[in-house]
């Protein structure tokens, strides 16, 4: 099973940033004309309570409506980030509902629902496994680290605990951008559909045909019973992840590495893989979770 097809084509995109309709310090306008001008191909507009734009394509580049929603939990802040929403549908998405309604009414509008940055929200395995129909949660947010944030950007620890408890998440990085002076364009989803309309885009994350970077490229992923084969751009490490502590051989580490392997037969009782390619500089990509029991 390949999860990536040669024909189709990939689209850049960040789901996850801030504008002068709350917090951020760039007009619309101005945000996404600088992820334009770095070769992205879609955004979302994703303010705090509130939707300022509709899905749209402008100049060539898909914006999604977007919102961030916060709940406060005892020693937890949930925020959920909504995509693809209609405006005016903020009534429905009021905090004193909860994230569960607020999720069910992303859905029921069209749109779907990711959990934003777990680790810098201290999320617990039993908030993120209570939650239906979320579509993915936030692997990496670029804002949730120094200079501004203490090192909370990267949530693999928790989502691969979820996922070793049976409530694996496809992952996005995202940049979460408010100032966009640093935050801006660093982190990202490549999402492999056959066009650049919200409808094509949903479904690609649907069917987790997309994978999370900071600048690796991954060309083919390869799935069968025996193995897990990947290819990527150059790297200095490509690391497995599964369920299971101890494994040997999860690891490759060279000079301008282009490819490796993972074998599925060397070990009993593991529920998931994922893979994660970091360069020379330090950039990774992270795949999604690929549960075993689902391979044919
Ligand atoms: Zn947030
Ligand atoms: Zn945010």
Same mark, same amino acid.
Request: hydrophobic share 40%; glycine share 8%.
């Given at each position: 099973?390949?999860?990536?097809?040669?024909?189709?084509?990939?689209?850049?995109?960040?789901?996850? $940033?801030?504008?002068?309709?709350?917090?951020?310090?760039?007009?619309?306008?101005?945000?996404?004309?600088?992820?334009?001008?770095?070769?992205?191909?879609?955004?979302?507009?994703?303010?705090?309570?509130?939707?300022?734009?509709?899905?749209?394509? *402008?100049?060539? $580049?898909?914006?999604? #409506?977007?919102?961030?929603?916060?709940?406060?939990?005892?020693?937890?802040?949930?925020?959920?980030?909504?995509?693809?929403?209609?405006?005016?549908?903020?009534?429905?998405?009021?905090?004193?509902?909860?994230? /569960?309604? %607020?999720?069910?009414?992303?859905?029921?509008?069209?749109?779907?629902?990711?959990?934003?940055?777990?680790?810098?929200?201290?999320?617990?395995?039993?908030?993120?496994?209570?939650?239906?129909?979320?579509?993915?949660?936030?692997?990496?947010?670029?804002?949730? &680290?120094?200079?501004?944030? =203490?090192?909370?950007?990267?949530?693999?620890?928790?989502?691969?605990?979820?996922? %070793?408890?049976?409530?694996?998440?496809?992952?996005?990085?995202?940049?979460?951008?408010?100032?966009?002076?640093?935050?801006?364009?660093?982190?990202?989803?490549?999402?492999?559909?056959?066009?650049?309309?919200?409808? #094509?885009?949903?479904?690609?994350?649907?069917?987790?045909?997309?994978? %999370? #970077? /900071?600048?690796?490229?991954?060309?083919?992923?390869?799935? &069968?019973?025996?193995?897990?084969?990947?290819?990527? #751009?150059?790297?200095?490490?490509?690391?497995?992840?599964?369920?299971?502590?101890?494994?040997?051989?999860? =690891?490759?580490?060279?000079?301008?590495?282009?490819?490796? @392997?993972?074998?599925?037969?060397?070990? /009993?009782? @593991?529920?998931?893989? *994922?893979?994660?390619?970091?360069?020379?500089?330090?950039?990774?990509?992270?795949?999604?979770?690929?549960?075993?029991?689902?391979? /044919?």
């Amino acid at each position: 099973m390949e999860l990536f097809t040669s024909n189709l084509p990939f689209w850049k995109g960040n789901l996850h $940033m801030h504008t002068t309709a709350s917090d951020g310090r760039l007009t619309p306008d101005e945000a996404i004309a600088l992820y334009q001008a770095q070769g992205y191909h879609f955004v979302a507009i994703t303010d705090h309570d509130t939707i300022t734009l509709a899905t749209h394509l *402008r100049a060539g $580049m898909l914006i999604l #409506s977007g919102i961030e929603l916060a709940y406060e939990l005892p020693a937890e802040e949930l925020h959920l980030v909504g995509i693809g929403i209609p405006l005016g549908l903020e009534p429905k998405l009021e905090p004193r509902f909860g994230p /569960q309604y %607020a999720i069910d009414a992303i859905r029921a509008a069209g749109g779907r629902a990711i959990i934003a940055h777990p680790a810098w929200s201290l999320l617990t395995l039993a908030t993120l496994s209570g939650l239906r129909d979320v579509t993915a949660a936030e692997i990496y947010n670029t804002m949730s &680290t120094a200079p501004r944030n =203490c090192l909370r950007a990267d949530a693999s620890s928790l989502l691969d605990t979820a996922a %070793a408890h049976g409530h694996g998440l496809p992952l996005v990085a995202v940049d979460d951008a408010h100032f966009y002076d640093g935050e801006h364009c660093r982190s990202y989803i490549m999402v492999q559909s056959e066009s650049l309309t919200q409808e #094509s885009l949903l479904c690609a994350l649907d069917q987790q045909r997309f994978y %999370a #970077s /900071q600048g690796p490229r991954i060309y083919r992923l390869g799935v &069968t019973r025996e193995r897990i084969i990947i290819d990527c #751009s150059p790297a200095a490490s490509i690391i497995f992840y599964s369920n299971l502590s101890w494994v040997t051989g999860r =690891c490759r580490m060279g000079d301008a590495l282009t490819h490796s @392997e993972y074998d599925l037969t060397a070990q /009993q009782g @593991e529920t998931f893989v *994922r893979c994660q390619i970091i360069d020379a500089q330090g950039r990774s990509a992270w795949t999604n979770p690929i549960t075993l029991s689902a391979i /044919q």
